[in-house]
């Protein structure tokens, strides 16, 4: 084995091992997101609204349905619209098409396309939770290192400081990994989303996005460790830098949800993927001259 995965392991298996005997951090991360699902629920549960939007699954069971040629057409324009009224949704229906349709067609083409807000809202709320709970996780994880000065032992062990990054990237990425698996079940759950038929797509969204926001989170972590009010700084810090990868992740989430194909989102998987290798490159780099400052 290369001598640099044994240091990574190494450094992986004395996080896991701390974390796991104390169980302050992880239970700390699951209660605080359990918490922020419940109030979501019951914040937004009560809503009746319906919104209509059109995606490829709608297209597909409405031609199934035997939809006429004319107006799946006219409900391909409607791509990715969402409409809040089904007079508004109806109305650009009929526009598209050039003339109205009969009404057994409109009844089809509703309840094909209707969604609860909560449907519509649940990738948000997803990645909201995440990233609340994981600010918590993050600024706990060099907390702990600081104690009894761990990091300073650490820094005289020769070891490469980019090995000492990935090791604490890759187990705050399991940790949060860890976090979303138990939270999906209950997220599901509570918010009627059906997510046993996409466990492929859905896990690789959400492995590309743990990944991103550890690569970020582990470098900003290290940098406020030491500072007064790092409670504040690390989310005055993360928040704007991680917002492009939050949207890119809540687009491509709610694709997987709908039963889109993530090929169609294109431009959001790429800017994902960017995102993560950019900042886990520049991360890497850059954690000799966190850490030694």
């Known amino acids: 084995m290369p001598l640099a995965i044994r240091q990574i392991w190494a450094l992986l298996r004395k996080d896991l091992l701390i974390d796991l005997r104390r169980k302050e951090n992880l239970l700390a991360m699951v209660f605080f997101a359990v918490l922020t699902l419940v109030i979501f629920q019951f914040a937004l549960g009560n809503r009746g609204d319906d ?22 057409e006219a409900l391909a324009f409607l791509m990715g619209r969402t409409y809040s ?133 582990t470098l900003l972590g290290a940098i406020t460790a030491s500072l007064r009010g790092k409670e504040v700084l690390l989310p005055l810090l993360l928040f704007p830098l991680v917002a492009p990868l939050l949207i890119a992740l809540v687009q491509l989430t709610g694709a997987v949800l709908a039963g889109d194909p993530l090929s169609l989102y294109a431009h959001w998987i790429r800017l994902v993927l960017g995102f993560d290798v950019l900042f886990l490159v520049v991360s890497f780099l850059a954690f000799e001259y966190v850490v030694e400052s």
């Open 51 to 72: 919104l209509f939007r059109v995606t490829p699954r709608v297209v597909a069971e409405l031609k199934a349905q035997g939809l006429p040629r004319d107006a799946l």
């Open 85 to 217: 009224t089904p007079g508004a949704f109806l109305g650009a229906f009929d526009l598209a098409r050039q003339r109205p349709g009969g009404g057994g067609e409109r009844i089809a083409i509703l309840e094909a396309s209707r969604r609860t807000f909560l449907e519509e809202s649940a990738a948000g709320l997803l990645w909201v939770t995440f990233l609340l709970a994981g600010i918590l996780g993050l600024s706990k994880s060099f907390a702990q290192e600081r104690e009894n000065a761990c990091l300073e032992g650490l820094l005289l062990t020769p070891v490469e400081r980019g090995m000492l990054y990935l090791g604490k990237m890759i187990s705050n990425a399991l940790f949060l990994l860890i976090l979303l698996l138990l939270l999906l079940p209950l997220f599901a759950l509570m918010f009627g989303i059906h997510v046993w038929g996409v466990w492929l797509p859905l896990g690789a969204v959400i492995l590309a996005g743990v990944l991103g926001f550890s690569a970020l989170g």
